[in-house]
């Protein structure tokens, strides 16, 4: 085959041409700007954070001179640095956006940080943006259904490289032979393994898709250098369908599948996995109907399998010993809020982790696979909570669309308001007025600098 093209990354050029600025609908150009909001509103709760300090530091060199510019930071970086750190940051506390697939879950949002810097790099606006972040919102969700990466062997982040890649390469203004290039540079060096999310979770968890976000812009730039790649890099002898044993399921790259994957996201409210979002809400219910009844002596949370491997599958879920397993842990984030009535990032400091009262609910918690909760994923992450008390009386209730998902979605306001409330610490609420102007009016945004610059203290 070596004188052929790869189909697979035909495809994928294809579908990222298929959801070009032009072609968007209103809604979804609303969309772009809902979630960049969303975002920007995550990276500025987290820039005081140890982790996305640590990679602001690594990205600057301590000199901050550069193309682009950093989130809620003065200093400067270069193109593929400034996506990696400002990926850590919008990344950082888990609470951005999230894609639901059979074959596995992952956030887009995440790689809103490569199309900034590939925006601000090449000295394009916000139509740029919006183009761009379609893009990698697409690519995102169509190779999370079609490479089937699953739970145990290759982590969610391999797709993002390769969004990543396409979505810089469409704001630099490449052809299709540049994008093809772009998919081979980003896919062929970056495999990452899902051991990032299994068992005690460290600092890396927070950082893998911002890497991934590094590595699509490297490999853009290097296309739009004139570097070409492997040319097979699916089908061919040593690609991806050899090494990992898996065929591209060519019909989830097909244009016009679905709806625009930039209007299909879902939000978060709480800092914690996309699984526990509706058990949150449970928990929350459930505590506010049995407040000074006794002490718990049972719960019993419903989900289905691929929830219960991923929150609860590990040792480390039921004893988190850090901020990352924590926030990965659907018996802890459940016992956190049947014990406090709520969940926000108080619950995940060092002294939380020990919190005696948690503890206790923990050692009466069980996580059980039930068969609703089964039959109605991936449609919706559907939750089932009983709690019974020492007293005897027993409270239950389920979620099936939690407040934020794209069947319930949250309204702009809200959005608005649960950025506002995570900037706080780094920006006045006038300085926060201007940046969500801005947003809102993404179409009109002139440069990416200007964008970047409203973030700063």
């Not at 032009?22 to 995550?42: F, I, N, P, V, Y």
């Not at 772009?182 to 970056?190: F, I, K």
């Not at 065929?247 to 879902?266: C, K, N, T, W």
Request: hydrophobic fraction near 45%; charged fraction near 25%.
């Amino acid at each position: 085959m070596s004188g052929d093209r790869d189909p697979v990354v035909d495809a994928v050029v294809e579908l990222a041409r298929s959801v070009a600025h032009e072609k968007l609908g209103e809604a979804e150009r609303h969309g772009a700007s809902r979630m960049l909001l969303d975002s920007l509103g995550c990276a500025l709760g987290a820039i005081a954070e140890p982790v996305p300090r640590i990679a602001r530091d690594v990205a600057t060199g301590g000199i901050g001179s550069g193309s682009c510019g950093l989130i809620g930071d003065r200093r400067r970086s270069d193109a593929d640095l400034a996506a990696f750190a400002n990926g850590v940051a919008i990344r950082y506390f888990d609470l951005n956006d999230s894609y639901a697939s059979p074959h596995g879950v992952g956030h887009p949002s995440d790689y809103i940080a490569a199309v900034l810097a590939a925006a601000e790099d090449s000295g394009r606006g916000g139509r740029e943006v919006i183009g761009g972040m379609a893009v990698a919102y697409e690519l995102f969700a169509a190779l999370t259904d079609a490479l089937q990466l699953g739970v145990e062997g290759w982590d969610h982040v391999l797709a993002g490289s390769i969004a990543s890649a396409v979505a810089a390469g469409v704001v630099f203004g490449l052809d299709d032979a540049g994008l093809r290039q772009c998919v081979s540079l980003a896919m062929v060096p970056n495999f990452p393994l899902q051991a990032t999310r299994l068992g005690e979770l460290s600092m890396w968890k927070g950082c893998a898709a911002g890497n991934a976000s590094r590595g699509g812009v490297f490999a853009a730039r290097l296309a739009r250098a004139g570097l070409s790649g492997p040319p097979l890099p699916f089908v061919g002898r040593g690609g991806f369908e050899a090494v990992v044993g898996i065929e591209v399921d060519r019909e989830a790259l097909r244009p016009g599948r679905r709806p625009p994957a930039i209007g299909q996201s879902h939000l978060k409210r709480y800092p914690s996995g996309y699984f526990s979002q509706g058990a949150i809400d449970a928990a929350i219910e459930l505590r506010s109907r049995l407040d000074g009844d006794g002490s718990i002596a049972a719960v019993q949370v419903g989900t289905f399998s691929y929830g219960a491997k991923v929150m609860a599958g590990d040792p480390e879920k039921w004893r988190p010993a850090t901020r990352e397993s924590a926030d990965h842990s659907l018996p802890y984030v459940v016992a956190t809020a049947l014990v406090h009535g709520d969940l926000d990032l108080r619950r995940f400091a060092p002294e939380a982790l020990s919190d005696p009262a948690v503890a206790e609910v923990l050692r009466v918690l069980e996580v059980q696979e039930d068969p609703e909760c089964a039959a109605a994923w991936p449609e919706t992450v559907m939750t089932k909570l009983a709690v019974t008390t020492r007293s005897g009386r027993r409270e239950e209730t389920q979620v099936r669309f939690y407040r934020g998902h794209a069947q319930n979605p949250m309204s702009d306001q809200e959005i608005e308001e649960k950025a506002r409330g995570l900037a706080a610490g780094a920006l006045s609420d006038q300085a926060f007025r201007s940046l969500a102007d801005r947003v809102w009016g993404l179409e009109e945004l002139a440069s990416v600098e200007e964008l970047l610059s409203l973030t700063w203290p």
